[in-house]
């Protein structure tokens, strides 16, 4: 039996419903495969845990979370506290703790969701965007003086390092490559930026010629967001800084149909430290404890972590059974639907534990 040691946090929010939600489904899923075993611990941290110690996590956190195999992550923030202290408290700890310098996100129009696009037929938007998760516009590089006087200052600069791009690249490179087309976009912003920006065009060019079968193309990031919308079946695999694929992810969520089945890794590619999977969404203060949050987003992800766990035919399995709840229509209220997060959760565990077995 293979075991897999799992650190929920479900944390803040909507994602004290989902990660419990996504618990259940990888229990049905290891129930039905026979295989595996995943052994949870369910961390308590989070806003909630902020107000009666005043941390988000404990000091000793990551080394907590270092003895696991992967982590499942809920959504941080709160209407009552600041996001430098919830954010920064706890998940960029732990991305920036576990260098997950690689943040995967993948998008398509799952089956039975329709895009905001007009003319979008099924498949034509199938995406990854890789975005750069250790550096760049979130190196927290920068300061502010002389608050609240007239002549106040803030710089926010970017960090982009020959290491963390170059690496960045080959998890491009390589996804591209085991992709059916093989056709990797280099997103930047080089005509205006003329350092940083330059650097990652010339690594880029440095990094291709190791992939002679990758087709490689560079898109400005005004121009890739526009090409989203204009021209979705053009586009394959995608790299770009953090801000820049930030913004283009949120992008690609509303044009597959809804940021509530949009899900996302941040992996450690050298596998120091655990890998962390999460939903892209937030905590969604306006809907949190009502129970309807779409879990889907949440069972994405759990399934790019059995992936990364080596459950091949379990990640498989459970994206087949997502795909059919979405063909037969059982959709939260963001995806136009009357169904609550349990009744999602309840269709596709009664669809993992109807399938066939595996082979
Ligand atoms: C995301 C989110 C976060 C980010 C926020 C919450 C800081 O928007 O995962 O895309 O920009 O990294
Ligand atoms: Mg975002």
Redesign the pocket.
Same mark, same amino acid.
């Given at each position: 039996m293979r075991r897999h040691r799992i650190a929920a946090i479900p944390a803040d929010g909507v994602g004290k419903e989902v990660i419990p939600a996504g618990l259940r489904v990888l229990e049905a899923l290891a129930r039905r495969d026979g295989g595996f075993a995943l052994d949870v611990e369910t961390l308590p941290w989070g806003s909630d845990y902020y107000r009666q110690t005043g941390v988000m996590m404990p000091e000793d956190g990551l080394e907590t979370l270092r003895g696991f195999d992967a982590i499942y992550f809920g959504a941080? +923030?709160d209407p009552d506290l600041p =996001?430098s202290v919830t *954010?920064w408290g706890l &998940? *960029?700890k732990i991305?920036q703790g576990f260098d997950q310098y690689a !943040?995967i &996100?993948p998008t398509r129009v799952l089956p039975g969701l329709t895009s905001p696009l007009r003319q979008v037929e099924p498949g034509d938007i199938d995406w990854v965007i890789v &975005?750069e !998760?250790s550096e760049g516009e979130?190196a927290g590089h920068g300061g502010r003086a002389h608050r609240g006087h007239p002549e106040e200052v803030a710089t926010e600069t970017s960090i982009f390092t020959r290491a963390g791009v170059e690496r960045i690249m080959r998890v491009a490179f390589d996804i591209a490559r085991s992709r059916p087309r093989k056709l990797l976009t280099v997103v930047t912003k080089s005509n205006a930026q003329k350092h940083g920006m330059v650097m990652w065009d010339d690594i880029a060019a440095e990094v291709a010629k190791n992939y002679p079968d990758v087709t490689v193309e560079k898109e400005l990031v005004d121009a890739m967001a526009a090409r989203m919308v204009r021209k979705p079946a053009s586009i394959d695999t995608v790299v770009a800084t !953090? *801000?820049h694929? =930030?913004i283009l992810? =949120?992008l690609a969520g509303a044009v597959a149909g809804s940021l509530g089945v949009a899900p996302?890794a941040n992996l450690d590619p050298s596998r120091r430290a655990p890998s962390m999977f999460?939903p892209?969404h +937030?905590s969604a203060f306006d809907i949190m404890g009502k129970g309807i949050a779409n879990p889907v987003a949440t069972f994405w992800t759990g399934a790019m972590m059995l992936e990364q766990l080596g459950e091949d035919a379990a990640a498989k399995a459970l994206m087949r059974a997502v795909e059919q709840v979405c063909a037969d229509g059982v959709f939260t209220a963001d995806l136009g639907g009357t169904a609550d997060t349990e009744t999602v959760t309840r269709a596709v565990i009664a669809a993992i534990e109807g399938a066939n077995a595996p082979a």
């Open positions: 941080v +923030g =996001d *954010l &998940r *960029l991305c !943040n &996100r &975005r !998760n979130y !953090n *801000l694929a =930030d992810s =949120d996302t999460e892209i +937030g």
